[in-house]
């Protein structure tokens, strides 16, 4: 029987994130990707999903199938930040990316304290791997050095579009290699597998340059500290806000640790530049005049732990909020935390703070995803046989279809997989195969404020680890712990179980007393969770699912 | 001393919903609606809000203040649900409404087994309420009826403006009475109070009028069953789309108890016409052709009860769905229910079944409430000394207080109360007077699908109630029940406790294994809990805390 080239998405098809991509050609693996998902609101007690690996477990173990190699496409978490969990389950293979995509990835193994893996390799550049012949296409995106790859196979060429965008005026001069991309459709395509999360949105995606004026108004005007949250891995428009902030005379500074390890990151790699004499520590802030100062602050999506989250409640040790500061939002909430992004906003407008978000105008943040109209521009572009949508919710994939037919697809070369479907590539036809089984995996959030803490956490371990429901009253208007708060445990040793409660009810208490100001229900349940957990797990190594039940009096 | 008139908020001041205001006279009381509140995705176990009345209780009871009546604007449960929770607790007082307003409230009365209890009153009509005087001015919203309320007092007019937008070409024809709202306006307002919703949107909400030919299009290009899902009450909109149906010889159908009961209601008001012999009991759908058929589904916020949610997860006795039918969202998500309404959308999308919504454009919903120009026209006709923003979140009242701004008027003269804030108004002055104290109290679902469970559930009295926690393993695949669940109890006699495992236990180990075609995590969770809650009330009369934490395996 002859080879076939068969694809399976573990994850990044029917959802945005937790991209995990096999290309399989005979007993030879191609991965693409290795990144988290992130929960939404109403997965209790989980923050982040992990691709369900058993599939390539089973293949390596038991099919005596082999992981040739992997490419990641850029450094954003959901791409390449299950790399700590996954690597260790397998043999070693090699691993490539551009260059920042490369050090995001090995700063990350770093962290959970593992070697550095990922091979930087230039744009349009071959690299053989087993039977496949990889390159990277520099394209536009939030993050620097974003990629698309082309994979040559035995069975024809294929066009791994990530996530992009096409920006022709990217303020970091970093433009889309339009040429490489001809060069690849005019090579033949046999399928591109495109990204599609913009593809409810007409028309094209504005350029980083429209937030330009917005951005030197906004800073210019402020009376008091102009405080800037965005994802901390988007150097380019931190880089944007610099450049205006320096032209301006103010001193700049940065808040949390994962914007402080993003920048630095950036600047080694020279991709951020200012004058270092600029910059302010944030325990030397209260040096300066508020209105001197522009802050770059972690946090845009709400996070209960953020740098920007604790500044507004008040519970940050080194910035307080003035009634002249402006906070702005150059970020939109990712589908699924619109709840903790609209809080912390309505918590800043509550103290008589100014906030500026994309609800009331003004363009502090363009989407890093291409509209409809680039997404058919990709599909002119590298003229496929069949387009294959990726990275999206199944509403989305849909849109997408609808647009390939627009540009001319037919219905039938348009494939939406299901995640875990094999779709095999024969020479002149293509196939369902097997479905594959995915389990959703949960681990507790490894964001950097967190990191000291972390345990990797199954939650199918539940039954070993055990259950802490907590009952806590805390009084809604002062933030203080009323009497003792119940708890209930469960699949803990009994003598455990009672250790806990005292240590728990004694955490929760010395915890308690000394806050205040804090106006945001989702907030306090977290803490208690959060209290809870590192007393349980300081005092006992343990880390059962602890559910918490806060209750306002 | 000389009396004052105040102004407190006890819901509906930095939220939407929930709406209780308290306008109030030397020793009279007179209160503006009784809402409940929407809980959002991250309260556990919670679903609905009631607004804290001690204040009132207090004042009652001890301050030997009076409520002298209770006007409501409008039939939505923001702000009339909360009547059968409120009126039992105090001495009978006279409510009035428009007419459709008093039918949804006394129906909502009824359903509780309590006497109507709300007048229905005309348009322009004084009504004298002890000292104060108040009228209803008809305004244009997504339920018919709706009124604004002019309020006389002896220190000054106010102007209550609720929920409301200025459509000037409504479907059913009634439009907002501009000639009273500007009368009132020449007679002299001392305080606007205004909704805002719409404060971070710029220009003016379309008409009903845009939907008409979308829906045309829709309807007459569906090849299979076309099922429209908006708001139940939302009676013009269910009747501009009846309308199209029936000019196609569509046969139509209401399906979901909350829609059946409004529509009824609307037909005997003489607010919804259509020929009865076209219309279907859902039971009966199957025997005419999928092309035929106009459905009217309730669920259109992803409810885990609701027939659309049913429907979509192949759970619905007498609707199935086929690769034909098309699904027409003619409702946005109300904020904090995005990950509900978009899992329905992509689960619909998964089964290959298309799926029209805002974010894909084609114009099937367009707001009740009124956008920026619309509230700034609002202050222009009723020209006040002041105005006060309510019904909306912090951010939207800031942004309403921009456009007050705009509209010329002084940053003294906009009024950002908080929840619970006294605003006093002195005979030229204003002052903010006490800070009433409010508690978050929450209750369970109530929507009609679930009144024969429905028990007035206090989260407070979770240490009386008990609490049990439920950790199932289901086959994500397959939705079935694997193993056994593990069932964790406290707060409930030991017997019971030990009775409950089995009893629970054996509920799901029944429910789960016909169980199918699921594919929405967050409604499998939703489900565990529901058939957790019925099968402990039923076996011994006890409604403990239900957490449910499903894993797929």
């Not at 690996?53 to 173990?61: P, R």
């Not at 939109?332 to 500026?356: Q, T």
Request: hydrophobic fraction near 40%; glycine fraction near 8%; charge should be neutral.
């Amino acid at each position: 029987m002859d080879k076939t080239l068969s694809y399976i998405s573990l994850g990044g098809i029917g959802e945005v994130t937790k991209n995990l991509h096999v290309y399989q050609f005979g007993d030879e693996i191609l991965l693409v990707d290795c990144g988290l998902g992130f929960a939404d609101e109403t997965m209790i007690g989980v923050d982040l999903l992990l691709p369900d690996i058993s599939y390539l477990q089973k293949a390596v173990t038991q099919n005596k199938k082999k992981i040739v190699g992997m490419v990641i496409s850029h450094g954003h978490e959901d791409h390449m930040g299950a790399l700590p969990f996954v690597l260790p389950q397998f043999p070693e293979f090699p691993i490539f990316g551009s260059s920042f995509t490369a050090t995001m990835a090995n700063e990350k193994l770093e962290d959970f304290g593992l070697r550095p893996a990922v091979r930087e390799i230039s744009f349009n550049h071959d690299v053989q791997i087993g039977s496949f012949t990889i390159s990277l296409i520099h394209v536009t995106h939030s993050i620097p050095d974003t990629s698309h790859i082309v994979i040559k196979t035995p069975l024809g060429n294929f066009y791994h579009g990530s996530d992009f965008k096409f920006d022709l005026t990217p303020f970091s001069g970093k433009k889309t290699d339009f040429q490489a991309i001809a060069k690849a459709g005019s090579m033949g395509i046999r399928c591109l597998m495109s990204e599609c999360l913009g593809s409810e949105r007409p028309g094209y995606t504005p350029s980083e340059q429209t937030l330009q004026e917005p951005f030197i108004q906004a800073i210019r005007d402020c009376p008091g500290k102009c405080i800037v949250t965005t994802y901390s891995s988007n150097i380019s428009r931190l880089q944007q806000i610099i450049t205006i902030a320096e032209s301006m005379n103010k001193r700049i500074c940065f808040v949390g640790r994962s914007i402080i390890k993003t920048k630095e990151l950036a600047r080694q790699k020279g991709l951020l530049a200012y004058n270092k004499s600029r910059e302010v520590q944030p325990d030397q802030v209260k040096r300066y005049k508020d209105n001197e100062l522009v802050l770059f602050v972690a946090g845009s999506q709400g996070q209960e732990n953020s740098a920007l989250t604790r500044i507004v409640n008040g519970e940050h040790r080194d910035i307080q909020l003035h009634k002249q500061d402006v906070i702005i939002f150059s970020a939109d909430p990712i589908p699924g935390n619109e709840v903790s992004v609209y809080s912390v906003i309505d918590a800043v407008s509550k103290l008589g703070i100014k906030v500026l978000y994309s609800d009331i105008g003004g363009n502090f943040h363009v989407s890093g995803h291409g509209s409809s109209q680039e997404l058919m521009l990709l599909m002119s572009l590298v003229k496929p046989r069949q387009v294959l949508p990726i990275s999206g919710g199944y509403r989305h994939m849909v849109a997408y279809r609808e647009l390939a037919k627009q540009a001319g697809f037919s219905e039938k070369d348009v494939i939406l997989a299901q995640a875990g479907q094999e779709i095999i590539f024969y020479k002149d036809r293509v196939q369902y195969g097997q479905k594959i089984p995915l389990r959703h995996i949960y681990v507790d959030e490894v964001s950097g404020e967190q990191m000291e803490h972390f345990v990797l956490h199954d939650r199918q371990k539940i039954s070993q680890e055990g259950i802490v429901a907590i009952i806590a009253e805390i009084e809604g208007e002062t933030g203080i712990l009323t009497g003792m708060p119940e708890i209930v445990s469960r699949g803990l040793p009994s003598k455990d179980s009672q250790e806990i409660t005292k240590v728990v009810a004694e955490a929760l208490k010395k915890a308690f007393p000394q806050k205040s100001q804090i106006s945001d229900w989702n907030y306090l349940r977290k803490q208690v969770r959060e209290i809870a957990e590192k007393a349980i797990y300081e005092g006992f190594s343990r880390r059962p699912l602890v559910l918490p039940v806060v209750i306002e009096t």
